[in-house]
């Protein structure tokens, strides 16, 4: 089936500095999305991004579907920015998650 | 209040009991899912439904019972729990599969406990 890694599966920030996380497919890229999952567990869709760049404030995305990878960035970070980001790849119906990468930001 | 909700927040349940877990969306949102989050596993998927009526296995689907009479619900059933089903349950819907231009929205959680 699809595979969805994640990189690094930990980081840890100052406040203020900068960070990418990675996401690669085993598979096509299908209506990818970014999730963070809070401390208190509530999943928050961050970005819809199939292909291109899309930006939100400190955070932006960018998905190469081609060399299938997607980059979250997060700038000048912040400690509500800690917790768990997910990507997401569609198989089928369905989305299929990566692991996470757990942030926490001090 | 318009949204995606999720009943109840914590379970606790003992093993052969049957628990079913609520999920109520307000979007009229064709497709809804059902997921389990555990450590180590990420989220993983045990049923969906495209449309009312329609359901279908995820990756996940043993030990668990769906049912979509209405658009707006989509209770998932434990027929017998086992505590390898503890885990905090993820109830989402999304508006189409070939344009998810809001992607999925998640409900806040279900988590539940077998003793």
């Known amino acids: 089936g699809i595979q969805v890694e994640q990189s690094p599966p930990d980081l840890i920030l100052q406040e203020g500095a900068n960070s990418t996380l990675r996401c690669n497919f085993s598979d096509s890229v299908n209506n990818l999305q970014w999730f963070h999952q809070n401390p208190w567990g509530q999943l928050i869709n961050l970005f819809y991004i199939p292909s291109g760049t899309k930006q939100n404030g400190r955070l932006s995305a960018t998905t190469v579907a081609t060399e299938r990878y997607s980059l979250l960035y997060i700038s000048s970070s912040q400690t509500t920015d800690s917790g768990v980001y997910f990507c997401?790849?569609?198989?089928?119906?369905?989305?299929?998650f990566g692991k996470g990468t757990t942030l926490s930001v001090s | 209040d318009a949204g995606i909700t999720q009943s109840p927040r914590y379970k606790i349940t003992e093993t052969g009991r049957q628990v079913t877990l609520m999920c109520h969306q307000t979007w009229s949102h064709s497709y809804m899912f059902w997921y389990r989050q555990d450590l180590g596993h990420g989220l993983r998927l045990i049923y969906y439904?495209?449309?009312?009526?329609?359901?279908d296995k995820g990756e996940v689907p043993d030990g668990y019972v769906v049912s979509r009479s209405k658009t707006e619900n989509f209770p998932l059933t434990l027929e017998s729990a086992t505590r390898s089903q503890t885990s905090v349950y993820f109830c989402?819907?999304?508006?189409?599969?070939?344009?998810?231009?809001?992607?999925?929205?998640f409900g806040s959680g279900t988590r539940l406990t077998v003793v």
């Open positions: 439904s495209a449309a009312a009526d329609i359901t």
């Open positions: 989402a819907s999304s508006d189409s599969q070939g344009h998810y231009s809001s992607g999925y929205t």
């Open positions: 997401a790849n569609q198989a089928g119906t369905a989305l299929i």
